[in-house]
């Protein structure tokens, strides 16, 4: 019974005020009824529906309740006991543990159709007890079984809630709207893995821009953050425009403190954005570059050895080229529902260069390079040679092809192999992104002395040894090749530690490459005969 206002006596005492105004009660008028009520409720403190519903029960309380006129509901005896439960359960696992709504709905077809194929034969009583049971009885039934069977309940464990994707602004498919000059990137990860996410496979970084439609595709061994930090360093200097803007999705290997600060820095001042959670439609300008430059082009096989990188970086480069400059292409102009149907209008086609030079944000001298090397390109030696790498890659990806120790193919190997240069074609197009080129970083001096041992310090140099016989070992790999080496020393505590240790060689075999290549070189070389591809993430 629930009591309001101020307390009023003791249980006793609001127990035979109860008992005495109930045997008043019946014979007052309303009036009576009324002024007993007001005065109970004054002397109780209880509720004035708690009053009526104690004062018309008919049985006196039961004793020794702590509030007054509680009855003692009666004992049902129990209809469906264990053999019930027993019956029940064979049936709820050949309809592969439904719930029990579904159950309910199915007993009596299940029922008939296992005891025609001999597989129950229930008693006519239990058959109807069976029959006749509500779905909550059902449920109330088998809570106890579902609880005790494995992976009942089980739910994807709450992710930790990255502190840059709260940094990150979110940018909608309608942000677009008022960025209409070059340079706004959405960028996202294509997964050569056949279907299986297991094991190491190759990765395709794309970046298409906006306002042109120009676009970038580049290889990676591995799903690294560094590794697309530098990538993503490469194709800014592959763009014929300074590069204002990138937008990712929430993978981790985009939203991290590593690009974040790379954004941040005062000589770049690039904008970072994310999308939403499971929209692909945020970002459906590089979703739809992911099916035209990778899905239609390479297709759905599983890429793996370093010669499928190479043959990858070559068929992009020129993939570059035969999609930036001579394929033209429809862009958005307005979208407009009415009623319940949506009415588009597009811009003419345009191939992305020519909607790069009417955007006016080029340069002259850029602008008349740009020209020069589409006027340069043959477009029927670009499509051949995409062909020919997408046929290689077919017969790599099949296993028709037989590798050699060192991972390289030999039955794609060409005369003129050793005079392709992953550098050349980079080298080209020097001029058209010197402007955009970032400063080079300056190594801070390490202050203090090291407060830990380095628990590889025996190892160091055969570690590197086998980073740079195997590119792509794992630092798992590396980890049991200790372990086995010297169990004693070693084990798996030291498996985090290791991965740092390789991502940091990565990185710096990275930078490396990538000052080697950036070597300023004069004037634009011829591009076209055949192109070249440039340089891979990890790849000597």
């Known amino acids: 019974m629930r009591k309001v206002g101020a307390s009023g006596p003791d249980p006793q005492r609001r127990r035979a005020a109860l008992a005495a105004a109930r045997q008043r009660y019946g014979g007052l008028s309303a009036a009576g009824k009324r002024r007993l009520l007001d005065e109970l409720q004054q002397l109780t403190g209880y509720h004035r529906k708690s009053l009526l519903r104690s004062l018309n029960r008919q049985e006196p309380p039961k004793p020794g309740r702590s509030h007054a006129g509680a009855l003692e509901r009666p004992h049902h005896r129990r209809r469906y006991g264990p053999e019930v439960l027993e019956a029940l359960l064979p049936l709820w696992e050949a309809s592969d543990r439904l ?14 159709s296992l005891e025609r194929h ?6 006519p009583d239990m058959r109807e007890k069976v029959l006749s049971m509500s779905s909550a009885t059902i449920d109330r039934l088998l809570s106890p079984i579902r609880k005790a069977s494995g992976g009942n309940g089980w739910r994807r464990p709450p992710r930790a809630y990255s502190a840059v994707r709260r940094r990150v602004p979110v940018r909608t498919f309608k942000g677009w709207e008022d960025h209409h000059d070059p340079g706004w990137l959405e960028i996202d990860l294509v997964a050569h893995c056949g279907g299986r996410m297991e094991g190491r496979f ?3 970084l794309v970046a298409t821009d906006i306002a042109t439609g120009w676009s970038e595709s580049l290889p990676l061994l591995q799903r690294d953050g560094a590794v697309v930090l530098m990538a993503l360093q490469l194709i800014r200097r592959q763009l014929p425009f ?19 600060a790379w954004c941040d820095r005062p000589e770049d001042r690039i904008k970072l954005t994310r999308s939403r959670a499971y929209k692909s439609n945020d970002q459906a300008w590089v979703e739809q570059k992911n099916g035209v430059l990778v899905r239609r082009v390479v297709g759905y096989e599983r890429l793996v050895s370093l010669e499928a990188a190479r043959l990858l970086g070559e068929l992009y480069a020129a993939l570059r080229l035969f999609t930036n400059l001579f394929q033209p292409s429809f862009k958005l102009k307005s979208s407009v529902r009415e009623g319940g149907r949506i009415k588009r209008q597009h811009h003419p086609p345009r191939t992305p260069l020519q909607r790069l030079l009417a955007t006016g944000q080029v340069s002259k001298e850029k602008a008349r390079a740009l020209q020069e090397l589409q006027q340069s390109s043959d477009p029927m030696a670009l499509l051949e040679t995409i062909r020919r790498h997408q046929a290689q890659l077919a017969l790599l990806a099949s296993g028709e092809q ?31 992104w010197k402007d955009s080129q970032p400063r080079p970083k300056r190594a801070k001096p390490r202050t203090g002395k090291r407060t830990r041992i380095d628990p590889f310090e025996a190892d160091a140099e055969r ?11 794992t630092p798992k790999e590396l980890m049991q090749r200790l372990i086995k080496k010297d ?3 070693y084990g798996m505590r030291h498996l985090r530690t290791m991965q740092r240790r390789v991502s940091g060689y990565r990185l710096a075999q990275i930078e490396r490459e990538l000052q080697e290549t950036l070597e300023p070189r004069q004037g634009l070389e011829q591009p076209m005969g055949k192109a070249e591809s440039p340089v891979l993430p990890g790849v000597k």
């Open 487 to 489: 169990p004693e020393r």
């Open 99 to 112: 719930c029990g709504k579904r159950l309910q709905a199915l007993l009596p077809l299940l029922v008939a």
């Open 402 to 432: 037989a590798s050699n120790p060192g991972g390289t193919t030999t039955a794609l190997a060409d005369p003129d192999a050793e005079n392709r240069s992953l550098e050349s074609f980079l080298s080209g197009l020097q001029l058209l």
């Open 202 to 204: 190759l990765w395709t």
């Open 463 to 473: 570690i590197r040894q086998w980073l740079a016989e195997e590119p792509i070992v």
């Open 118 to 123: 001999g597989h129950m034969n229930l008693e």
């Open 242 to 260: 300074p590069l204002r803007g990138i937008d990712a999705d929430n993978d981790p290997v985009f939203m991290n403190t590593l690009m974040e």
